[in-house]
């Protein structure tokens, strides 16, 4: 019965705390904020004029336009010709037959020597070609500069990023025989 008793103390405490709250203290915080709404005056700065809008004559309109893309041909081609350095390939001779694969998939498995001449033997899949220096190799328009026991050394001739056009030096390694 004592517990009973005490948990319902309990339960009626909270309630006996809130009803001892009223509507007094909320009736004096309205009538502050009425009275403070009354003394407060709105002030609204006014706005400048607006600046006077004067145009501008466009005086360009007689020269060449700078998005033109004949201006942008026409400076590259000004760029190039200062930069030339002479190095180009040559377009209109006769393509060789080894010319037609990419060095990546030539092969250098021999040599021939010849009295004062060396031909280097190259395997392309299946078939097998003789080339001497001179002779070009590649798509990079390679062209055989010397031909040793162990290797062939290429110079080709490539364009770079600005498309002038430059010589790399490369080689194609003796592959031996794998048993």
């Not at 004949?70 to 209109?92: C, F, T, V, Y």
């Not at 498995?109 to 080339?131: C, F, H, R, T």
């Not at 990079?140 to 490539?158: A, L, P, Q, R, S």
């Amino acid at each position: 019965m004592m517990r009973s008793a005490g948990r319902l103390m309990m339960l009626l405490l909270p309630l006996l705390t809130l009803a001892g709250c009223g509507d007094n203290g909320l009736t004096e915080v309205r009538e502050w904020m009425d009275g403070v709404k009354k003394q407060t005056r709105v002030i609204i700065p006014k706005i400048s004029e607006p600046k006077v809008y004067v145009p501008v004559a466009y005086s360009g309109k007689d020269q060449v336009d700078p998005f033109n893309p004949n201006k942008l041909l026409a400076a590259l081609a000004k760029i190039r010709a200062e930069s030339d350095n002479g190095l180009k390939p040559d377009m209109n001779r006769r393509r060789e037959a080894l010319e037609a694969f990419p060095l990546d998939v030539l092969k250098m498995v021999g040599i021939i020597e010849k009295p004062n001449m060396k031909n280097a033997l190259i395997q392309v899949d299946k078939s097998i070609y003789q080339a001497k220096i001179g002779n070009y190799v590649g798509q990079n328009f390679g062209m055989i500069t010397k031909i040793t026991d162990t290797d062939i050394e290429i110079k080709e001739i490539v364009q770079d990023a600005a498309g002038d056009w430059t010589e790399r030096m490369t080689k194609l390694e003796l592959q031996e025989a794998k048993k």
